[in-house]
């Protein structure tokens, strides 16, 4: 089992940037998946973007591409988000998961994921 908490959100102007931070405890850290999702107001949770065990291989949505990178430190056992250019739209709870080798499509779906964090929210004022 991993314990995941996520950090770093908060209120930020379009065009700016925002760092998310997700620490995990628990077993093995490299031995899962990590991806980050979302869950604006009204809206179902959406996949913002995942990063394999290794590191090596990062997807992400096409609204984020470009904008948005994943990674994610072993050592420390940390994932991270790194969001530039925010747009309003952007504006939502940002929560970190991780799943137990997943296959792609369940790797950019919710229920591909064993584990979450409680999330972090996200303010994009325009």
């Known amino acids: 089992q991993v314990q995941l908490v996520e950090s770093g959100g908060g209120l930020v102007q379009a065009g700016g940037s925002l760092r998310l931070s997700c620490a995990a405890s628990?077993?093995?850290?490299?031995?899962?998946?990590m991806g980050w999702f979302r869950q604006g107001p009204g809206k179902d949770r959406e996949f913002v973007a995942f990063?394999?065990?290794?590191?090596?291989?990062?997807y992400y949505a096409d609204s984020v591409k470009g904008r948005f990178t994943i990674s994610r430190d072993t050592a420390k056992n940390m994932v991270f988000l790194q969001m530039n250019n925010l747009k309003p739209e952007d504006t939502a709870v940002y929560f970190c998961?991780?799943?137990?080798?997943?296959?792609?499509?369940?790797?950019?779906?919710?229920?591909?994921?064993?584990?979450w964090g409680q999330g972090t929210q996200v303010t994009v004022s325009s």
């Open positions: 628990g077993r093995a850290f490299s031995t899962y998946t």
């Open positions: 990063i394999s065990r290794s590191g090596g291989n990062t």
């Open positions: 998961a991780a799943a137990e080798r997943p296959s792609f499509t369940a790797a950019i779906t919710t229920s591909g994921y064993n584990y």
